[in-house]
């Protein structure tokens, strides 16, 4: 007889629910996205369905309606309540009897949750300690899979350190993104930003986006080429950026103090910036989109209305 066992229970097989099939479970076949509200409002949500969509195309899950996506995360969200919410959803390919080969037609599964964002004041004000880790990630991290295990381990390993983020760097010395952000580096003097560029080494990070677009506004110059962990260790400020936060300043780089060991200037501008733009756009009764623009997440950056 076919059997599973559930923690201690054992289960005929034939009754074992769809969940505990889900190929999500079984291999990360699947992929995922987080947004956030502000105010009771999601913010960037179009931008990040895009995002999404280009991800479940790119592993080849065909047959899902983003309509029907962004109706869910809509609906689920109103019924939270919750005004400061983080939303995270995902779809797997489907449920089935293991096997590395989906095989036959499934049927993709979807799951969301909506929970409250934590008080982060602190961290912007004070800044956050990083480490660096090796990028063990898989080579199309342009796709936002449940492939997370390297991530996982990069930031436990952070935590160890008594950092909140780990900064990947890949086997040419150069670094990649933070396990859950993209970082960059200011050039006070040269009045410079900088950050990797897009490819598959790199999520196409909405917030990412957002920063660049807001630097030349501020005077910062945009320069899109890899640094190395020296170079972010000289660098006269760091921050990182990410949807749940938005921009956060790095005071210390595998424990060498960045500028004053408090955010810098141009960080704390584009702080600003970046919040005024949300205060905005969750107020725009058309919704908090940025773009009506199409784009290649691998390879371009998408160019956003901020006015």
């Not at 034939?14 to 502000?38: I, K, M, P, Q, W």
């Not at 993104?177 to 490819?199: H, I, N």
């Not at 500028?259 to 501008?269: D, Q, W």
Request: aromatic fraction near 8%; charge should be negative; charged fraction near 25%.
């Amino acid at each position: 007889m076919q059997i599973a066992m559930i923690q201690d229970k054992i289960v005929p097989f034939a009754e074992l629910e769809s969940v505990y099939l889900d190929r999500g479970t079984y291999f990360g076949d699947g992929v995922y996205e987080v947004v956030r509200s502000y105010a009771g409002r999601i913010f960037a949500l179009e931008e990040h369905l895009q995002r999404f969509s280009h991800s479940l195309s790119e592993i080849g899950i065909a047959g899902v309606d983003i309509a029907d996506v962004r109706a869910k995360v809509q609906l689920s969200f109103s019924q939270a309540g919750i005004s400061d919410a983080k939303i995270y959803f995902h779809i797997t390919r489907g449920s089935a009897v293991r096997n590395h080969a989906a095989g036959g037609k499934l049927e993709p599964n979807f799951f969301l949750t909506v929970t409250e964002i934590p008080d982060m004041r602190s961290e912007k004000e004070c800044g956050i300690a990083v480490s660096t880790h090796a990028d063990w990630r898989w080579k199309r991290c342009d796709i936002k899979s449940l492939n997370l295990l390297a991530n996982v381990l990069a930031r436990m390993d952070a935590e160890r350190k008594g950092c909140s983020e780990a900064i990947l760097v890949n086997e040419n010395g150069q670094i990649t993104e933070g396990a859950g952000s993209a970082l960059f580096a200011v050039w006070a003097g040269e009045r410079k930003v900088q950050t990797r560029g897009l490819g598959c080494e790199i999520l196409a990070s909405i917030t990412r986006q957002v920063v660049l677009q807001l630097a030349p506004a501020v005077g910062l110059e945009v320069v899109e080429e890899a640094l190395r962990p020296d170079d972010a260790k000289r660098a006269d400020e760091l921050f990182i950026a990410v949807t749940t936060k938005g921009i956060v300043g790095v005071v210390e780089f595998d424990g060498v103090k960045i500028g004053a060991g408090e955010p810098g200037e141009y960080t704390k501008i584009l702080t600003a910036e970046f919040e005024q733009l949300v205060r905005k756009k969750v107020s725009d009764p058309n919704g908090g989109a940025l773009s009506n623009t199409p784009c290649d997440f691998k390879t371009q950056n998408i160019v956003f209305r901020l006015k």
